[in-house]
């Protein structure tokens, strides 16, 4: 059961997100991260008041906020090959926009934790936290509400993605891309290092199933990472495009 104070706090969290949320202590569970409990049951103090921490609710909130976003893209963007649009969904549910708009919800405030996580909050905490968030919206108000919830709070970074170039994280791209269509996990290879201390060049490969799929340069190991990623992401793009080409002239000559 929750106690006076932390009703009190839930429900000026709900006044402030703006949706009609009823399960108070489903949103007590979305705010409480397992180290709270963990605390909790060190101490053997009221261990029958928190059942559970937000692990669960976070993995649907997850899939909740990438389903709508994709929905987005693909209806904003028709023209979009895939890659891009990966790119673009990888930022915009990335940790650092779902910080961002923990933000801009103070969801901090109403966060239970343990004593270590209060001193030195963890990004990744706080953005786990968003999307239970999300999880809740969805399961108490509908698809509906969750929806124009996320395209209320999330909108900005889509328009900020598509016209910055700052957002290019190609690395991230190629990781959905590639678990999207079950060939498994990228590896990054180096495989060259030029040039004096202060003007290195780096060389990377990519490799998909024990085959390389592109290779980049540049002048950090990350730049050149970046840059393998981004020749990966248009080669496997154009394995793609000749495969529904071929498609295409089959279903015309049949």
């Known amino acids: 059961m929750l106690n006076e ?5 839930l429900l000026e969290f709900i006044e402030k997100l703006d949706v009609k949320i009823k399960d108070l202590e489903l949103l007590d569970t979305a705010l409480t991260h397992g180290s709270y409990l963990k605390g909790k049951k060190e101490k053997k103090e009221n261990q029958g008041d928190l059942l559970n921490d937000n692990e669960r ?15 987005y893209l693909m209806t904003q963007f028709p023209n979009y090959l895939e890659g891009k649009l990966s790119k673009l969904r990888a930022f915009v549910v ?27 909050l963890p990004v990744s905490i706080i953005a786990d936290s968003v999307e239970a968030l999300l999880a809740v919206i969805y ?28 957002t290019e994280n190609y690395k991230a791209a190629l990781q959905e891309y590639t678990q999207g269509h079950d060939l498994g996990l990228p590896e990054y ?3 060259s290092e030029e040039g004096p201390d202060h003007k290195k060049e780096f060389e ?19 730049e050149a990472s970046q840059d393998a990623a981004k020749s990966s992401l248009k080669s496997l793009e154009n394995i793609l495009n000749i495969k529904t080409e071929k498609n295409s002239v089959k279903q015309k000559c049949k």
Do not use: P
Not at 61 to 71: C, F, N, Q, R, T
């Open 189 to 191: 290879k180096m495989t």
């Open 5 to 9: 104070q932390r009703k009190k706090e």
């Open 204 to 222: 990377v490969a990519v490799c998909l199933m024990g085959k390389e799929i592109g290779r980049g340069r540049g002048k950090t190991k990350k």
């Open 139 to 166: 399961y108490s108000c509908g698809s509906k509400i969750a929806k124009s919830f996320i395209l209320q709070h999330w909108g900005e970074y889509i328009e900020y993605a598509n016209s910055s170039k700052d």
């Open 94 to 120: 990335s940790e650092k926009v779902l910080t961002k708009v923990a933000a801009k919800l103070n969801l901090k405030k109403y966060l239970l934790l343990g004593k270590n996580e209060k001193k030195s």
């Open 57 to 71: 609710l976070e993995f649907f909130g997850d899939a909740v906020l990438k389903l709508y976003i994709s929905e």
